[in-house]
């Protein structure tokens, strides 16, 4: 029996001890000194415009002088909300005014009314450049972009997507080619090869044609010293030789090097073979000598003999039978008495 009425005492002494704790709690509960910390009200969003928040900025400023008292300056941070919401055309901004609730949490007012300032200067700049005249803005910048300089700027054309269309193909068929390469190791080899071998074929083609270049210039210059030393008569003399050969190129050059001797021997040329054929021919009817003669009546055959040369000697054109006769009755128009 007495084992039966443990576990009921227990439960009844544990029931009472937490009736005496809960009413001691409450009664802690409603004492006044406990409550003398009061909550801390949540801060709304104040929504506004620009001419608002500009007053209230304004008004914030005066309210922050050197000799404001510390209420005021509480009274003034109590009101302040979390943010200021700004709606605008453009869009819409938010302000936080968690700095300038700690400067005058710290009792700042200095740094807070500097901040207030710094932000009004900032919503009027923002004002007078939103207040600019958007038509007119637009007429400028069309009125820069229609100079010529951007002409060029368009959107693409019809034709331009086309070749932007080929390039990207042609681009994919490459990565096509050679992006398998790795998986074929002889391949790539060869490949490099034939691009190395045909990269040296073009540098030396190039060489060679340079060569060539230099080899016509070479002989120019060593006929100039062979062109002193024979009269108009010799020059005749090796022409007809090379007609005789079927050389009709070197009979060409032969004739028209005896036409300038001639005028060098009758003073309608000066003695001096540094010149080019053209000079040759500019110095017909406009002589640089005072004692030279002026006869434009040269000026037709050996115009005639200076186009043949340059376009048969120097440009290694084929010259026929017809060429060589006709370069010989120019010679005679030139004054050289042919048999």
Same mark, same amino acid.
């Given at each position: 029996?007495?084992?039966?009425?443990?576990?009921? !005492?227990?439960?009844?002494? #544990?029931? +009472?001890? *937490?009736?005496?704790? $809960?009413?001691?709690?409450?009664? %802690? /509960?409603?004492? @006044?000194?406990?409550?003398?910390?009061?909550?801390?009200?949540?801060?709304?969003?104040?929504?506004?415009?620009?001419?608002?928040?500009?007053?209230?900025?304004?008004?914030?400023?005066?309210?922050?002088?050197?000799?404001?008292?510390?209420?005021?300056?509480?009274?003034?941070?109590?009101?302040?909300?979390?943010?200021?919401?700004?709606?605008?055309?453009?869009?819409?901004?938010?302000?936080?005014?968690?700095?300038?609730?700690?400067?005058?949490?710290?009792?700042?007012?200095?740094?807070?009314?500097?901040?207030?300032?710094?932000?009004?200067?900032?919503?009027?700049?923002?004002?007078?450049?939103?207040? !600019?005249?958007?038509?007119? #803005?637009? +007429?400028? *910048?069309?009125?820069? $972009?229609?100079?010529?300089?951007? %002409? /060029?700027?368009? @959107?693409?054309?019809?034709?331009?997507?086309?070749?932007?269309?080929?390039?990207?193909?042609?681009?994919?068929?490459?990565?096509?080619?050679?992006?398998?390469?790795?998986?074929?190791?002889?391949?790539?080899?060869?490949?490099?090869?034939?691009?190395?071998?045909?990269?040296?074929?073009?540098?030396?083609?190039?060489?060679?044609?340079?060569?060539?270049?230099?080899?016509?210039?070479?002989?120019?210059?060593?006929?100039?010293?062979?062109?002193?030393?024979?009269?108009?008569?010799?020059?005749?003399?090796?022409?007809?030789?090379?007609?005789?050969?079927?050389?009709?190129?070197?009979?060409?050059?032969?004739?028209?090097?005896?036409?300038?001797?001639?005028?060098?021997?009758?003073?309608?040329?000066?003695?001096?073979?540094?010149?080019?054929?053209?000079?040759?021919?500019?110095?017909?009817?406009?002589?640089?000598?005072?004692?030279?003669?002026?006869?434009?009546?040269?000026?037709?055959?050996?115009?005639?003999?200076?186009?043949?040369?340059?376009?048969?000697?120097?440009?290694?054109?084929?010259?026929?039978?017809?060429?060589?006769?006709?370069?010989?009755?120019?010679?005679?128009?030139?004054?050289?008495?042919?048999?």
């Amino acid at each position: 029996m007495c084992r039966l009425r443990e576990p009921r !005492l227990s439960t009844q002494l #544990s029931l +009472a001890l *937490l009736a005496v704790l $809960l009413l001691g709690r409450c009664a %802690a /509960a409603g004492t @006044p000194d406990e409550q003398a910390v009061p909550a801390v009200p949540v801060s709304p969003v104040a929504v506004t415009d620009l001419p608002s928040l500009s007053d209230e900025l304004r008004r914030i400023s005066a309210n922050l002088g050197k000799d404001a008292p510390p209420e005021k300056v509480q009274a003034l941070r109590n009101s302040l909300p979390d943010q200021w919401s700004i709606k605008t055309p453009e869009r819409d901004y938010s302000i936080s005014t968690d700095y300038l609730r700690r400067q005058l949490s710290d009792k700042s007012p200095t740094n807070a009314k500097l901040w207030v300032d710094n932000l009004q200067n900032k919503l009027s700049t923002y004002s007078q450049t939103g207040n !600019l005249d958007l038509a007119s #803005s637009r +007429a400028q *910048l069309d009125h820069i $972009l229609a100079a010529q300089e951007f %002409a /060029a700027v368009h @959107p693409p054309t019809s034709w331009d997507l086309f070749r932007r269309r080929v390039a990207l193909w042609f681009a994919r068929l490459l990565g096509r080619i050679f992006g398998g390469l790795y998986r074929y190791p002889i391949g790539g080899q060869i490949l490099f090869w034939l691009i190395l071998i045909a990269g040296v074929g073009f540098i030396a083609l190039t060489i060679f044609r340079f060569l060539i270049g230099r080899d016509r210039i070479d002989s120019i210059k060593s006929e100039k010293i062979i062109v002193a030393s024979r009269t108009w008569q010799e020059w005749v003399r090796l022409a007809r030789d090379a007609a005789a050969r079927n050389d009709f190129r070197e009979a060409i050059h032969s004739i028209y090097w005896a036409g300038i001797t001639r005028l060098e021997d009758a003073g309608a040329l000066p003695m001096d073979h540094s010149r080019t054929p053209r000079e040759y021919l500019s110095l017909v009817s406009q002589p640089t000598l005072p004692e030279q003669p002026s006869n434009t009546a040269f000026r037709e055959p050996l115009s005639i003999l200076t186009r043949r040369l340059e376009q048969i000697w120097y440009g290694r054109r084929n010259a026929a039978p017809e060429d060589f006769r006709d370069s010989l009755r120019q010679l005679e128009l030139l004054g050289c008495q042919l048999e």
